[in-house]
């Protein structure tokens, strides 16, 4: 992989995973107001920007494994920690919207 392509493949990884816990919140403030099919619709739509940011890491972690060693940029290592607080915060807006759920169902 060469430097520009490095550099669009993080590049996704910051847009996905900020794309991603964006619609993790916005699945919060449905479930807030009582829109849990808006909600579950964020949710999902979360899960889709994980899913193109998972690609890219396994792509890059492929090309690792087969010898081709990419070098560890400050921006690289932004784009893995934009995935990583996206899907812990994908898994948190799950169980608040749950939660929402189950106080609205009282």
Avoid: C, W
């Amino acid at each position: 992989m060469d430097e520009e392509e490095n550099l669009q493949t993080v590049m996704g990884l910051i847009m996905n995973g900020g794309n991603a816990k964006g619609a993790a919140v916005e699945a919060i403030k449905a479930a807030k107001t009582g829109d849990f099919e808006q909600a579950a619709a964020k949710l999902k739509q979360s899960d889709e920007f994980l899913s193109e940011a998972h690609n890219a890491q396994t792509g890059m972690l492929t090309q690792e494994a087969s010898g081709e060693h990419t070098p560890v940029t400050l921006l690289m290592v932004h784009g893995q920690d934009h995935i990583m607080n996206a899907i812990t915060f994908r898994d948190m807006a799950g169980e608040i919207v749950d939660l929402y759920k189950q106080l609205a169902e009282k």
